[in-house]
């Protein structure tokens, strides 16, 4: 079953991670606009109440008479923003009984806020500073609007560069979140290039310190399993060579059986029983090569030359002269050298050239031709049309023959191969819709 991204634990820390740090800069943002607003105004109203100190310390005292040119306002633009002629910031400075003495020029002719307190306090859309010295009342005020306007600025002053660097932060979390699984890459490696037959523990080294727990429970169990793997190769071992004495023992005895009875029945049924324990005999020998490659034997690599192994192998299957199966060797000039076990690629051959010479029937040729890193046997037998070919690398799995067989010879067969690090080529048919040839292809050495 297809695993999604949402099963990816770099993809579930990398959101969680995210989701964090953006809620903590989000908190932090919030306290940070919080306590610039409120310093905004600290600021802002300190600064009103000292204007309208200076103010009234600045002023002269008597006062200029009405209709001196003094009594013009003071500063004409004093409060004014650059594109409008709008009133930001005014003053007024009235005496006790709230007569306007002196006044700004966007400042209202009536008092702003005569009843306001001393201090800070806020009338019809003006924060005013209200300051009272020597029977003289001065009060600076600034637009409502423009401090709002003010705090908006430095809020979203303080929160675009935290926007803009969520992403960022987002892109930079990815990269080490990354970096930091490829650290698991050699495990991974490692387990990737194991042949099943490689249960040695994993090596902890150079591997970050919250993995060693997960690592020393798969070593674990790496060991029972090989502890039970090596048992069970044991007693398939022990099994099968225990059973060639008895049924050698018991085969001698049939034959004897077979010659000494005058009977005729009993003589067919004699050498019938001799057929099936020749049957069993074969069995246990497929036994006992399964078991020596289960062991690994495969595993080992020294330089064979695939000629003198073809050789070899075929001096083991005697041909008399009026023997009806061909058995014969092509060669190349001089094929290259392979790395693998002389044992058990020769258990291969062996199995290959008896599935032949087994299935091609009595009059077809079997031909054992070395290539350079591939060695085939080829019939010219009926072959295996209309087979799934895969399906016969299993184990007890048998085409549609009359010939007698295990069904365990290609699946070693298989097996030696995946351990020698070559390729097993079935081709069926071969030409003119008739004949077989398993392939041994040697991958070449990286």
Same mark, same amino acid.
């Given at each position: 079953?297809?695993?999604?991204?949402?099963?990816?634990?770099?993809?579930?820390?990398?959101?969680? !991670?995210?989701?964090?740090?953006?809620?903590?800069?989000?908190?932090?943002?919030?306290?940070?606009?919080?306590? /610039?607003?409120?310093?905004?105004?600290?600021?802002?109203? *300190?600064?009103?109440?000292?204007?309208?100190?200076?103010?009234?310390?600045?002023?002269?005292?008597?006062?200029?008479?009405?209709?001196?040119?003094?009594?013009?306002?003071?500063?004409?633009? +004093?409060?004014l923003r650059r594109d409008s002629r709008e009133p930001v910031v005014i003053y007024q400075v009235m005496d006790l009984d709230r007569r306007v003495l002196l006044r700004s020029a966007h400042a209202p002719t009536h008092a702003l806020a005569p009843d306001a307190r001393e201090g800070m306090s806020i009338h019809n859309g003006w924060r005013?500073? $209200? %300051?009272?010295?020597?029977?003289?009342?001065?009060?600076?005020?600034?637009?409502?609007?423009?401090?709002?306007? $003010?705090?908006?600025?430095?809020?979203?002053?303080? =929160?675009?560069?935290?926007? !803009?660097?969520?992403?960022?932060?987002?892109?930079? *979390?990815?990269?080490?979140?990354?970096?930091?699984? @490829?650290?698991?890459?050699?495990?991974?490696?490692? !387990?990737?290039?194991?042949?099943?037959?490689?249960?040695?523990? =994993?090596?902890?080294?150079?591997?970050? $310190?919250?993995?060693?727990?997960? =690592?020393?429970?798969?070593?674990?169990?790496?060991? @029972?399993?090989?502890?039970?793997?090596?048992?069970?190769?044991?007693?398939?071992?022990?099994?099968?060579?225990?059973?060639?004495?008895?049924?050698?023992?018991?085969?001698?005895?049939?034959?004897?059986?077979?010659?000494?009875?005058?009977?005729?029945?009993?003589?067919?049924?004699?050498?019938?029983?001799?057929?099936?324990?020749?049957?069993?005999?074969?069995?246990?020998?497929?036994?006992?090569? +399964?078991?020596?490659?289960?062991?690994? /034997?495969?595993?080992?690599?020294?330089?064979?030359?695939?000629?003198?192994?073809?050789?070899? /192998? +075929?001096?083991?299957?005697?041909?008399?002269?009026?023997?009806?199966?061909?058995?014969?060797?092509?060669?190349?000039?001089?094929?290259?050298?392979?790395?693998?076990?002389? &044992?058990?690629?020769?258990?291969?051959?062996?199995?290959?050239?008896?599935?032949?010479?087994?299935?091609?029937?009595?009059?077809?040729?079997?031909?054992?031709?070395?290539?350079?890193?591939?060695?085939? %046997?080829?019939? &010219?037998?009926?072959?295996?049309?209309?087979?799934?070919?895969?399906?016969?690398?299993?184990?007890?799995?048998?085409?549609?023959?009359?010939?007698?067989?295990?069904?365990?010879?290609?699946?070693? /067969?298989? $097996?030696?191969?995946?351990?020698?690090?070559?390729? =097993?080529?079935?081709?069926?048919?071969?030409?003119?819709?008739?004949?077989?040839?398993?392939?041994?292809?040697?991958?070449?050495?990286?």
């Amino acid at each position: 079953m297809p695993r999604s991204r949402r099963d990816s634990l770099s993809y579930q820390l990398h959101v969680r !991670l995210l989701i964090l740090l953006g809620t903590l800069w989000l908190a932090a943002s919030l306290a940070a606009i919080i306590g /610039v607003r409120k310093e905004t105004d600290e600021v802002q109203d *300190l600064a009103l109440a000292e204007n309208a100190e200076r103010l009234l310390m600045l002023l002269p005292d008597p006062l200029p008479k009405e209709g001196d040119p003094a009594d013009r306002p003071r500063i004409d633009s +004093i409060g004014l923003r650059r594109d409008s002629r709008e009133p930001v910031v005014i003053y007024q400075v009235m005496d006790l009984d709230r007569r306007v003495l002196l006044r700004s020029a966007h400042a209202p002719t009536h008092a702003l806020a005569p009843d306001a307190r001393e201090g800070m306090s806020i009338h019809n859309g003006w924060r005013i500073a $209200t %300051v009272t010295h020597q029977r003289r009342r001065a009060q600076f005020a600034e637009a409502v609007w423009h401090r709002q306007s $003010t705090l908006r600025r430095a809020t979203f002053t303080l =929160l675009v560069p935290l926007l !803009l660097l969520l992403p960022l932060t987002a892109l930079a *979390l990815h990269l080490v979140l990354r970096k930091t699984f @490829r650290q698991l890459q050699p495990i991974q490696d490692e !387990l990737a290039h194991r042949s099943a037959h490689d249960l040695q523990p =994993l090596s902890m080294q150079d591997t970050p $310190t919250e993995l060693h727990p997960l =690592l020393e429970t798969v070593n674990g169990l790496m060991v @029972r399993v090989q502890a039970l793997l090596a048992a069970e190769r044991s007693f398939s071992a022990k099994m099968a060579h225990e059973l060639r004495t008895p049924l050698a023992a018991a085969r001698a005895q049939a034959q004897r059986l077979a010659q000494e009875t005058g009977d005729d029945r009993a003589r067919d049924r004699a050498q019938t029983l001799v057929r099936q324990l020749d049957r069993l005999t074969h069995l246990s020998t497929r036994l006992l090569q +399964i078991a020596r490659v289960d062991s690994g /034997v495969a595993l080992q690599r020294q330089p064979i030359d695939l000629r003198q192994l073809a050789q070899m /192998v +075929i001096d083991e299957f005697p041909q008399s002269r009026d023997q009806r199966h061909q058995l014969r060797l092509i060669t190349d000039t001089a094929p290259a050298p392979v790395l693998g076990d002389i &044992d058990a690629l020769g258990i291969a051959l062996r199995n290959l050239i008896d599935n032949a010479l087994k299935h091609a029937g009595p009059e077809a040729s079997v031909v054992v031709q070395v290539k350079p890193d591939e060695i085939s %046997v080829t019939d &010219d037998g009926p072959g295996a049309q209309g087979t799934d070919l895969a399906a016969l690398t299993r184990p007890f799995e048998r085409g549609s023959t009359l010939a007698r067989g295990s069904g365990l010879g290609l699946s070693l /067969v298989q $097996t030696i191969a995946r351990q020698s690090g070559a390729e =097993l080529l079935l081709t069926s048919p071969v030409s003119d819709s008739r004949g077989w040839r398993a392939s041994l292809w040697f991958k070449p050495a990286a």
